[in-house]
Structures are given as structure tokens and as C-alpha cells.
């Protein structure tokens, strides 16, 4: 095939300010109430990462719907050379949407109030937005659309706040004789974060 696809422009959003290891616990809660969790040092000691950021605000209220993550980095794209009315083609990957339907990519359409176009939603635990960026290609290298914008977004805080790990809380008060058990309920909760990244892709005759 004598066409070549490129990446244009690269945006992100990350909502709120950057949270610390120490501060993690006040935004997503105690399980349990007041439990510290003994897993945490240990996740964190090892994955080396030290600022998360949480769609949350420290109440626990959310502040952002992964829609609205989306369609925010969407808008870094955005400048006089290429606008809303410019998009061919949304591919939307995400393991967190807001709901089962419509699909990720059609609510984030629906918030960006763009004109009609194809969107196509990809789910499924951390090959979403490849698949997103994957159709995207095949799409712009057939020549079916001229360009393509795909996403990934993730809200997991929704799904590691300390009210979602109740029945957990009666387990945790046995992390002295069964450390493991604490480990494997607790691992998710300090691994992982809010945000969305989005690419553009463009074709050019020439490879």
C-alpha cells in the first residue's frame, strides 16, 4: 500500500492537582473507616510512581466523568488548523465508562457537539486505547476517512474508593496473621489513576 499514516498531535488532561503517595488514603478513603492500609507502602515503595491524579475532589465527590476526561484532552487538539467540524472519525478506548450504554465513544461525540461522524467504542483491561489507536489506523491507511482522532480515558477512582471495600474492612483487621490477604485486596487501589491521552492521525500519499 503506497500510503503512510502519522501521528499529528498528541494531547492529555489529568484532572485536578497532582495527589502525593501521602494524600492518597484522604481521597480515596479508609477502608474500614479509619484502617491504614498496610499493603500500601509496600505497592508504592515498588512501582516507584509518586503523584497520582484523581477525578475526585478530597470529599470524595467526583469531578469529572471519564466523558468529560475525553472530550478535555480532545480539546488540546484543537487550534485554527484543525477543528471540531475537521474530524472524520472518534475511536474511544476505555476499561471505566460512565455506563454500558450508549458507548464511550458516542457519549463523548454527544459532549464534544461535533457533527455527525462514526465513533467507535473499544473496552477490555489495558488494550482499549490500542485498539482505539489500531482502528484509527486501518481506517486513515484504507483511505475510508482522511483523518482520525482516538483516545484512551481511564476513571478507575470511581471503582478504588473506600466504600466500594466494606465487606474488605472485617478482612483487613486480619492482615497481621494473613498479610497476603491485605496485599491482593488492596494492590489496584494504589496502582492506578484518572486521565485521558488523544492522538490525531493523518495520511500522506507519499510513504
Not at 475532589?57 to 477543528?83: C, P, Y
Not at 461535533?114 to 486501518?138: D, Q, R
Not at 483523518?147 to 471503582?159: D, R
Not at 466504600?163 to 488492596?186: C, H, M, Q, R, T
Amino acid at each position: 500500500m503506497d500510503k503512510a499514516v502519522y501521528i499529528n498531535h498528541i494531547a492529555k488532561y489529568f484532572p485536578g492537582e497532582p495527589v502525593s503517595n501521602d494524600e492518597m488514603e484522604g481521597y480515596l478513603g479508609f477502608v474500614g473507616g479509619d484502617i491504614k492500609s498496610k499493603a500500601k507502602p509496600i505497592i508504592l515503595k515498588n512501582n516507584k510512581i509518586t503523584t497520582r491524579y484523581y477525578a475526585l475532589d478530597k470529599n470524595g465527590k467526583s469531578t469529572h466523568s471519564n466523558t468529560e476526561l475525553t472530550v478535555e484532552a480532545i480539546k488540546g487538539l484543537i487550534n485554527e488548523d484543525f477543528t471540531l467540524e475537521d474530524i472524520e472519525l472518534l475511536t474511544c478506548g476505555t476499561t471505566t465508562p460512565d455506563q454500558l450504554l450508549p458507548g464511550h465513544a458516542n457519549m463523548v461525540h454527544g459532549a464534544m457537539k461535533a457533527k455527525p461522524i462514526e465513533a467507535i467504542s473499544f473496552s477490555g483491561s489495558c488494550c482499549a486505547a490500542v485498539n482505539a489507536l489500531k482502528y484509527a489506523y486501518m481506517s486513515v491507511l484504507t483511505g475510508y476517512t482522511n483523518n482520525a482522532v482516538a483516545t484512551g480515558s481511564e476513571k478507575f477512582s470511581q471503582w478504588m474508593i473506600a466504600n466500594n471495600f466494606s465487606e474488605e474492612a472485617i478482612k483487613i483487621k486480619n492482615v497481621e496473621g494473613s498479610p497476603i490477604l491485605a496485599f491482593e485486596k488492596d494492590f489496584l487501589r494504589w496502582m492506578l489513576s484518572d486521565g485521558a491521552s488523544i492522538l490525531e492521525r493523518k495520511y500522506s500519499d507519499e510513504i
